[in-house]
Nanobody
């Protein structure tokens, strides 16, 4: 199982960015995919999940600004981020749990500049 996160970059406050997580080795319709964020000086924190069955959930602090979606044909899960704030700066990683093992992508850096 491999996860490849990409799409990060530098964006201004109030801007939008979409990061993608391409999954190989398993299907996202079999195992749910979650996005996490690690900000400078903090531990990695859960942001959103798209469950295998189609349900999605977004952490309360970013609800209304962040949205998670997926493309089944591409086996890819997206995190759409809007109205970005400086505190959204961090490394965004995707993760999947399969047969009791959690797999992680390498992460993609999002920097929100003021």
């Amino acid at each position: 199982v491999q996860l490849q996160a990409y799409g990060g970059g530098l964006v201004q406050v109030g801007g939008s960015l979409r990061v993608s997580c391409v999954v190989s080795g398993t299907l996202i319709t079999t195992n749910g995919v979650a996005w996490y964020r690690q900000t400078p000086g903090s531990q990695r924190a859960w942001i959103a999940t798209f469950a295998a069955g189609g349900a999605s959930n977004v952490e309360d602090s970013v609800k209304g600004r962040f949205d998670i979606s997926r493309d089944i044909d591409a086996n890819t899960v997206f995190l759409q981020m809007m109205r970005l704030k400086p505190e959204d700066t961090g490394v965004y990683s995707c993760s999947i749990m399969r047969r009791g093992v959690r797999y992680w992508g390498q992460g993609t850096l999002v920097t929100v500049s003021s």
